[in-house]
RNA sequence: GCGCUCGUAGCUCAGUAGGAUAGAGCAUUGGUUUCCUAAACCAAAGGUCACAGGUUCGAAUCCUGUCGGGCGUACCA
């Protein structure tokens, strides 16, 4: 289906030129600001007004006057210096409502006309190390955006660069053989529960013993020279990581799987071509000693030129080369016509200078889009870098973990006559919910402050408000086989709609409102527009649950309401579950 | 120094191309339960959108400057 905007635009627009003659003036409408305005506004007249050197209410007027839409909306008011407003006349909203409803799969929401091959790199954990919380955002916010891009119908090729090489590897190796010398023949013998613990203690012997540190650096070169024995020991380390991150994925309900892995070891044969490229390119450089690209723009403290090193002065390599074989590779391999890189703000220079980088050497054009998707730091609630207690890194195993021990000590209090494990089904849903929703909510630029009292007070716009809202629906339809009415059959006699109350509408105007919430989000890889809009969503909903009874109603609104609770229950569940990634529950 | 980013109610945050009276939640005050889940609903109060200029019919939003926070800035990722 068409969005309303995109017909309200289109309609608007053409009064607009066959007014003025401009065919430049977009009528610019969105939902109403303020319902007494109506319920779509149109922006743009005061703009074209000064385009054709007119009195904007004038023009407004002339506009409507010319203006054919009275099979969708109320006649149009004009307002303030230009504004025209909007009122969609019943009988559209009712079988706009009809329509939206009938589909069942996309809820009215069209696949995209020109489907692109969209590369999303997110999470990217050093696998030597637990997944902590820094992590959590990538992962999460990659994660919607992919789900988003995926449901527009593009194609989505996730990309976990996970850090799998690299000195630090060495250093592993090294301590695996020595303590398990037969790791060799058999590695799967040899399991490693704390691999951090592991790879720190690697990292102290490295630091105190010259020759352990020696023979660290014999294994990474040994890694890159594809050693039989090493790369066994190499293998082992990288599927016993899988062991640790892939849970906290199925925890997250992120879709990151096993195969979406492409990690820095991919790349590792590939990263002496990138320099010998742009060396004969003559776009790469030596520079005290390092080969380095010198894109435009930049400069480093002293005022000169700032570097993109591509490879050190001892020769080794380096993120920046990595990034460049990866980008090469998911442009001429994986004929990505869109590569969105999700990490922190604080990577924005080094992104930016990959792009310009990638542009000088011709490996891209204007057609593809280099997308860098920032987000903020997460604070603790003094303001400062999350961390815990003793001011160590908090694992996110942790943090999850408590999340879901908090919601339990809410749902006995809340409910505490359900059986134990659909309490424990519930306490999951609603605290893993509850992180992750916070982190969606905000906006991604922001820094922002983790409290687990703010997010699991469970009040206001936050994941459990809406997993209320869709259980109370739950509620009304497992109650309704009691009172004798039969929800199927009401549902599926319905051949039109007439509205009793206020309320009613203003539901029905946000369910028709969903396609604009995704589009919207997904464009600009923004999730806190998704969850705004199911937000307002839940409320619309919780004032018509408060102000209209629906079991009770009689048999002239009973299938109305029995509707609206439906497509609101499958929207908030569409919502949640398909592209943010949060389950819901039949009760809480 | 240069660059990026942020500064909105007591607190935590929204604010989707420059649009109307700047919005939520928490906290505060008051109201709603013989009724489908009160993890809810309704209402009140709360603002110099850091500050100063500018652009224009109109600025939290764009430009310039100032102040303040965070981050980055040559061989970590």
Redesign the pocket.
């Known amino acids: 289906m068409k969005p309303i905007t995109t017909i309200l635009?289109e309609r608007i627009s053409a009064a607009i030129a066959s007014v003025t003659g401009a065919t430049d003036c977009?009528?610019?409408i969105?939902?109403?600001?303020?319902s007494?305005?109506?319920d779509y506004?149109?922006?743009?007249?005061?703009?074209a007004?000064?385009k054709a050197k007119t009195n904007?209410r004038e023009l407004a007027q002339k506009i409507v006057d010319a203006l054919e839409i009275d099979d969708i909306c109320e006649p149009p008011?004009i307002?303030?210096?230009?504004?025209?407003?909007l009122r969609l006349k019943d009988e559209f909203l009712a079988n706009r409502l009809l329509e939206v409803n009938s589909d069942t799969d996309r809820l009215g929401i069209d696949k995209a006309d020109n489907p692109q091959t969209v590369v999303v790199d997110y999470s990217?954990p050093?696998i030597a190390k637990q997944m902590h919380v820094g992590h959590l955002r990538s992962t999460i916010i990659g994660d919607c955006i992919s789900r988003m891009i995926e449901f527009e119908g593009h194609t989505v090729i996730r990309q976990n660069?996970i850090?799998d090489w690299?000195?630090q590897f060495g250093m592993l190796i090294a301590l695996l053989k020595e303590q398990y010398p037969h790791i060799i023949e058999n590695p799967d013998a040899v399991e490693i529960a704390d691999l951090e613990g592991f790879y720190q203690a690697a990292k102290a012997k490295s630091d105190n013993d010259e020759a352990f540190a020696k023979t660290a650096r014999d294994e990474v070169v040994k890694l890159h020279n594809h050693d039989k024995d090493t790369m066994a020991v190499w293998g082992h380390i990288v599927d016993e990581s899988r062991k640790h991150y892939l849970p906290i994925y199925q925890q997250l309900s992120v879709t990151l799987q096993a195969n979406d892995e492409r990690g820095?070891s991919f790349y590792a044969d590939k990263l002496a071509d990138v320099v010998e490229t742009l060396k004969e390119q003559a776009l790469a450089t030596e520079?005290?000693?390092?080969?380095?690209v010198f894109p435009p723009?930049?400069?480093?403290?002293?005022?000169?030129?700032?570097?993109f090193?591509i490879?050190?002065?001892?020769g080794?390599?380096?993120?920046?080369?990595?990034d460049l074989a990866a980008l090469r590779f998911r442009i001429n391999e994986l004929k990505a016509d869109k590569v969105i890189y999700v990490?922190?703000?604080?990577?924005?220079?080094?992104f930016?200078m990959l792009f310009e980088t990638v542009k000088m050497a011709g490996w891209t054009n204007d057609e593809i889009d280099l997308m860098h998707v920032?987000f903020?730091?997460m604070?603790g609630?003094d303001?400062k870098?999350f961390k815990t207690r003793t001011g160590g890194t908090v694992k996110l195993k942790d943090l999850l973990n408590e999340a879901v021990e908090r919601?339990t000590t809410?749902?006995e209090?809340?409910?505490p006559d359900l059986p134990a494990d659909q309490k424990q089904e519930?306490?999951k849903a609603?605290g893993i919910g509850a992180v992750k929703y916070a982190d969606y909510?905000?906006?991604?630029?922001?820094?922002?402050?983790f409290?687990f009292d703010?997010m699991?007070?469970?009040?206001?716009?936050?994941a459990?408000?809406m997993?209320?809202?869709y259980?109370?629906i739950?509620?009304?339809e497992?109650?309704a086989s009691k009172k004798d009415v039969d929800i199927q059959n009401e549902l599926s006699g319905i051949k039109s709609l007439t509205f009793t109350d206020e309320a009613e509408k203003d539901l029905a105007k946000m369910l028709i409102r969903y396609d604009?919430?995704i589009?919207?989000?997904a464009a600009?890889c923004?999730p806190?527009?998704l969850t705004?809009?199911l937000?307002?969503l839940?409320?619309a909903f919780?004032?018509?649950?408060?102000?209209?009874?629906?079991?009770?109603?009689d048999d002239t609104q009973r299938p109305v309401?029995l509707l609206l609770c439906d497509l609101t229950a499958r929207t908030i569940k569409h919502g949640l579950t398909q592209l943010l990634g949060i389950d819901v529950?039949?009760?809480?």
């Open positions: 635009d977009p009528a610019l969105i939902p109403a600001k303020n007494q305005f109506g506004q149109a922006n743009g007249v005061m703009a007004a000064k904007p008011e307002a303030g210096p230009g504004f025209i407003n990217g050093n660069h850090g690299g000195t820095e520079s005290d000693g390092a080969m380095c723009g930049f400069q480093n403290k002293e005022g000169n030129p700032l570097p090193i490879q050190k002065s001892d080794a390599f380096l993120y920046a080369t990595t990490t922190d703000a604080r990577q924005a220079q080094h930016n920032t903020g730091t604070l609630t303001g870098p919601a809410v749902v209090e809340k409910n519930i306490a609603v909510s905000n906006n991604r630029n922001s820094d922002f402050i409290s703010k699991l007070a469970m009040e206001g716009n936050t459990p408000y997993q209320y809202a259980a109370r739950k509620s009304i497992r109650k604009q919430a589009f919207g989000a600009e923004r806190n527009y705004g809009y937000y307002d839940a409320q919780s004032r018509f649950y408060n102000a209209c009874p629906v079991l009770k109603a309401r529950v039949e009760q809480m």
